[in-house]
């Protein structure tokens, strides 16, 4: 079991910035990847951006490609979504997840939540115009 802990989210204006982290803990040692996925409300979850945790590759979303960046810190078990430019479309409650089994750091919009075995409570993105 791997238990996760995603802070970091508020209320920014349009084209302000935002930091969220996520933290791992428990078996560490059987994440893949990390991603991070993003629900609006009524809309389904959708994939955001996803680290492979050895090599430290990333993918991301076309909508959030140029604008928020993933990375992780294995000392702490961490993985991070830098997010900048921020539009009120970016409005959602985002979760971190890992995937434990290895399907790799572009199926996520494919898969959606079937993409991720454990996933952290979620952190709430506001952004006013």
């Known amino acids: 079991q791997v238990q996760l802990v995603d802070s970091g989210g508020g209320l920014v204006q349009s084209g302000g910035s935002l930091r969220l982290s996520c933290t791992a803990t428990?078996?560490?040692?059987?994440?893949?990847?990390m991603g991070w996925f993003r629900q609006a409300p009524g809309k389904e979850r959708e994939f955001v951006a996803a680290i492979n945790w050895s090599g430290g590759r990333t993918y991301g979303a076309d909508s959030v490609k140029g604008r928020f960046a993933i990375s992780r810190d294995k000392a702490k078990n961490a993985a991070n979504l830098q997010m900048s430019s921020l539009k009120p479309e970016d409005t959602a409650v985002y979760y971190c997840?890992?995937?434990?089994?290895?399907?790799?750091?572009?199926?996520?919009?494919?898969?959606?939540?079937?993409?991720?075995?454990?996933w952290g409570q979620g952190t709430q993105v506001t952004v006013s115009s």
């Open positions: 428990g078996l560490t040692s059987t994440i893949f990847n």
């Open positions: 997840a890992v995937d434990s089994v290895g399907r790799g750091i572009a199926t996520g919009q494919a898969l959606g939540v079937d993409w991720g075995d454990y």
